[in-house]
Structures are given as C-alpha cells and as structure tokens.
C-alpha cells in the first residue's frame, strides 16, 4: 500500500449481507487488512458517524478514514446519509463512495451534488463485483491520500 492508508477504517453502510460478504471477500483478495465497522441501516450509520445513542463514546465510534454507501436502506436512505455526512463540519472531508445497484441519471447527479467523491453501480455477478471493489480498494486505500480519521 502506497499512500499509507491500511489502518485507515472503511465505514461500510450495507444492508445486504450477500454484498457485505462479498465485499469482505474482495477486500481479502486485495490483501487489504484495514479495519471494517459496518453498519445495516441509514439510521445506524448516521447514530455511528454522528456518536450518538449506541456510539456517543467517542471509542465506540472510531472516525472511519472512507465510507462505503450503499443508496437503497431501510429507513434513512443513503442518499439522506450523505447528505448529513457533506454537511457535517466534521464529517465533511471524509470520502463517500455510493456503492449501489442503482444506474438511474437521477441519482448519479444527485450524488455527486451532494458531495459524493465516486459513484460505482455494483456489478451483477459476483467476478464483476469483486473486480469492482478491487479496484475501489487500489484507488481509494492504495494511491489516494486520505484525510486523517482518528477518533
């Protein structure tokens, strides 16, 4: 890893257990071993980020480093998400990726208006995925400087 990114924590925000496995399993492919919290819910994810309920400790919720974001989640939608992260003094710099099965023009423009760092639409089959969260994890982890996450 090149920029130094590997005790950086990735938020993942994945309803999906199939897409969160696979994504475990893509990062294990990529021989990346920096921490992973995850979080189910849009409400879950912002009670995280935010430090309230569950996470008000601030060891409860140690600042992740990147956030994986998927857009369609029970309750608070990732895109309600990302708009409280890009609105967040502190939360702000922290870069989002919108990971989802989405391509709809609607919600590509949304994101990025919102503050969205990068887009992917998840592949279909497993071999696509993995590729895709590979490359995510070479880019984003192993050649992008990130803003320090601490807690």
Known sequence: MMAGNETQLILIVEDNDDDFFATMRAFKKANLANPVRRCTNGDQ????????GEFSAADAAPRPGIVLLDLNLPGTDGRSVLHAIKKTPDLQKIPVIVLTTSNAEQDIEQCYAAGANSY???????EGFIRAISRLSEFWLGISILPKGGI
Do not use: M
Request: proline share 7%; glycine share 0%.
């Open 45 to 52: 994810a912002l009670d995280y980020l935010l430090r309230r």
């Open 120 to 126: 992917v639409q998840k592949p279909v089959d497993f």
